[in-house]
């Protein structure tokens, strides 16, 4: 946990520090309008509700839409095939910087999981994928498209399956 942690800090960048500064001033500025309307209960309990939603849902929210916005991408897979004879599973896609800046390395990661033909556990397995096999992509220019093709190995599963394609850029 303190290695994902880590790995984390070290990929922010300085738009997410100046998100992350301008969130906690927010939350100052709407702590302050609390504490100077202390007699009006009502305004008070807002600006209180609201500078705690500055603090621990905005962070979050606003890290999701600046890193959609700054590194857009789109993925298509065009082929799954399972080779008979070797316990192999061969994903080709594609990959495009739909985004105004070059994008030094993306991690694409393909996830395997489960089908039981069930809602509940359908909706459940995708969130623990059975087998994970990523790559790294680099110097990917903006609007161009990039041919991926991931082999998984040793890929053994005999019953339905579906994979998901992630890719996290920067």
């Keep these: 946990m303190k290695e994902k942690i880590l790995e984390f800090i070290h990929g922010l960048n300085n738009y997410d520090y100046i998100l992350f500064g301008a969130l906690f001033v927010i939350f ?17 309990s807002i600006f209180l ?7 621990f849902v905005a962070p979050f929210v606003g890290y999701i839409q600046l890193h959609n916005y700054l590194y857009k991408n789109s993925t ?3 082929e799954i095939k399972a080779l008979e004879f070797t316990p192999t599973l061969i994903v080709k896609g ?6 105004q800046r070059d994008f030094s390395t993306c ?3 393909v996830n395997i999981f489960k089908v039981a033909h069930n809602q509940i ?8 994928p059975f087998q994970k096999v990523w ?6 220019k903006k609007g161009e ?3 991926l093709k991931i082999i998984v190995e040793p890929f053994t599963y005999k019953q339905d399956y579906n994979l998901s394609l992630s890719v996290d850029c920067k």
Excluded at 28 to 44: E, G, S, V
Excluded at 94 to 99: G, I, K, P, Q, Y
Excluded at 121 to 128: K, V
């Design 121 to 128: 556990l359908d909706a459940i397995f995708p969130l623990n």
């Design 28 to 44: 100052l500025l709407l702590l302050i309008m609390a504490m100077l309307l202390r007699k009006k209960a009502f305004f008070a």
């Design 76 to 78: 298509k897979i065009t």
């Design 145 to 147: 498209t990039r041919d």
């Design 49 to 55: 509700i609201l500078s705690l939603g500055t603090l």
């Design 107 to 109: 991690k694409i990661q």
């Design 135 to 140: 790559i790294a992509e680099t110097e990917i």
């Design 94 to 99: 594609a990959l495009t910087n739909e985004s």
